[in-house]
Structure formats: C-alpha cells, structure tokens
C-alpha cells in the first residue's frame, strides 16, 4: 500500500485529529513529548488534505506531543486519500506497529466491514497482511459481554481464552472469567471445562440432570469443582513424588542400619502405593463422580430422584463441602 505524496511543514493550527480513532486513549503522550523535546521528531506525521485544513491520517500521539511542546509547525507527509484509503492506512500502521489492543483491533475491523461496509473479513485481511482467521477472531470478541472485553484491555485474560468461553450464556461468562482470573488456565483446559459443561447440558452425560441450559452456571460451577479437585490430585502426587526421592536420599545414608533400613523401606512402598492410588483417582474423576457430590444442585436436592445419602447440614457448615458426602464404592 503506497501513495505518492509530499513533504512539508504544516501549522498545527491547521491540523485536526481524526475522525476514526482506532486508540481509546492516548497514554505516554508526556514521555513521547519529552522524547520529542530531545531527540526531535524523527518521523513524520501523515495528513491528507481537506477543504480548509488538514486530517491526521497516521501520527495522531505525535501531533498531540507537538501541541502539548507549544511548538507552531510539525514536519508532515500529505497525501490526497479517501476517507476509506485514510481508514486503511491508519489501520496498517496501528497493526503493524501494536499499538492497539485487541479490543480496539476488534472495534476497527467491525467498523470496516460491518457499519462502512468497505469490504469483507478476506478483503481486509489482505490489506492489513493478516489473515483471515485472525481477523474473524478478533471481531467475535465484540459478542462478549462488555465487562470480558475489560478484562481483555487490562490483560488479565487473554482473547484466545475470552473466544473458548463465547458458548456459554451471558451472565456464566462473566462468572468463569472471575474463575480464570483467580485460577489460571490453559486455553485447552477452558476449551474441554466449556465442550464438557455443554454435553452435560445436553444429556449426554450419565450423572446428567434435566431443567440445565448449555454453558448453565451449574454446570461451569460443577466443571470447576472438578478442575480444583483435579488440581489438588495433581499437586499432591508431586509432594509425594517429592518425598519419595527424599526417601532415596536417605536410604543411601543408612546402609549400615538394616533394620532402620528395612522400616524406611515399608513407608517407602506405602508412599508409592499412595501415589499409585492418587493416580487411578485422577483417571476416574471425571467419569465417575456425580454432581450432587458437591451440592450444587440444590434446587434438584428434593425431586426424590437422587440417589446421593441425605446429610443434615447445620448453618455453620457449607453445603458444598467435599468431606460431607459418603464417598465409599464411589471411585469403584
């Protein structure tokens, strides 16, 4: 993308910001001014003429540190564009140098294609040398709700994981991103917590309970649940493996004592059994565990359908705690 223009001095006066402001702010505006103050403004700006002045095309934090200095002219590059040309070319430099967020990347493409209609999802991927794919991704993240896309602007979630959640209804979205927030997760473990929460929802589960939507609160919260206790399981096979080698440690300094020798060696095979056992539990967690196992779906607790023991719960104690259910024959 190349346009035949000229350079010259401009009064700032005569220049005025963009209509299209891809940036929703325009922080480091000061540092850049210092920077200028220094060293000059070593690129500069690009205009395209108007009736009676000039428009920013690319270089609108520039010209504000310029008018922040009180300095008259700015050094600038006019080129005669369309108001469509001045879009792209100010879309190729924010993309090209990363100066946007993906939220303001997707705010600039929707605009493009949806309320200009200058052209499609291809057409635009090819002026801005992205492709496709990343251009459709980044405006779906315009479907999720406003608070997400905050989220998303401060870099708490990344848009790849806000994309694996779009499924789920509104109001769940908002909750499993506290979720995420709090618990980091890999996109493929949000991808497979969502694709399992839906296939309960949609009855293809045996512990499955009829009255939930896809994506429901009940079924993420269930999801998480088993996320945490998956990560408990995890975290305790690699103490235990920890521990066993320290075991080894020892044993190698004992040599002469056989009898303490021998007891080291009895705790050791326990230690190992144990980790054994923590691995099968891992493998049928998902499998065989029920919902009603961590009191989540209390609205279904007397339907007189579920075969989970009734436990007396006082007000102190929480009706989702683990240790309140029976769990013998459960991993059976």
């Known amino acids: 993308m190349s346009y035949p223009g000229i ?7 005569k220049i005025r910001h963009p209509i299209h402001q891809f940036r929703m702010n325009l922080d480091g505006i000061q540092d850049l001014a210092s920077s200028i103050r220094e060293h000059g403004l070593l690129q500069p700006i690009v205009v395209r003429p108007l009736q009676r002045e000039y428009e920013v095309v690319a270089g609108n934090r520039r010209l504000a540190a310029i008018k922040l200095l009180k300095l008259r002219k700015i050094s600038s590059h006019v080129i005669d564009l369309t108001e469509r040309e001045a879009y792209e070319v100010a879309l190729v430099e924010n993309v090209q140098h990363k100066t946007m967020n993906p939220i303001e990347e997707a705010v600039a493409f929707g605009q493009y294609v949806e309320s200009y209609g200058w052209g499609g999802i291809s057409e635009l991927a090819k002026r801005i040398g992205r492709s496709q794919e990343f251009v459709t991704r980044r405006i779906q993240l315009l479907r999720l709700p406003e608070t997400i896309q905050e989220e998303i602007m401060r870099q708490r979630i990344t848009p790849s994981a806000a994309l694996e959640m779009l499924p789920l209804d509104k109001g769940v979205i908002e909750e499993f991103a506290d979720f995420i927030i709090k618990n980091p997760l890999t996109r493929n473990e949000i991808r497979h917590i969502v694709k399992v929460s839906k296939e ?7 512990h499955h309970y009829m009255g939930t939507t896809p994506g429901s609160s009940t079924n993420i919260a269930y999801e998480k649940e088993v996320y945490l206790l998956d990560k408990a399981l995890l975290k305790t096979v690699a103490v235990m493996k920890s521990t066993l080698l320290n075991f080894d440690d020892i044993l190698d300094n004992v040599s002469d004592d056989w009898i303490l020798k ?15 056992t923590f691995l099968k539990l891992r493998k049928r967690l998902k499998a065989k565990i029920p919902k009603g196992y961590f009191g989540l779906l209390l609205h279904n607790e007397d339907d ?16 989702s705690a683990i240790h309140l259910w029976a769990t013998k024959g459960l991993w059976q």
């Open 7 to 13: 350079l010259q001095e401009i009064n700032t006066a």
């Open 200 to 206: 309960k929802s949609d009855g293809n589960d045996p």
């Open 262 to 276: 021998e007891l080291l060696m009895q705790y050791r095979l326990i230690i190992h059994g144990d980790i054994d």
């Open 304 to 319: 007189g359908n579920s075969k989970l023991p009734k436990i007396a719960v006082d007000d102190k104690t929480e009706k």
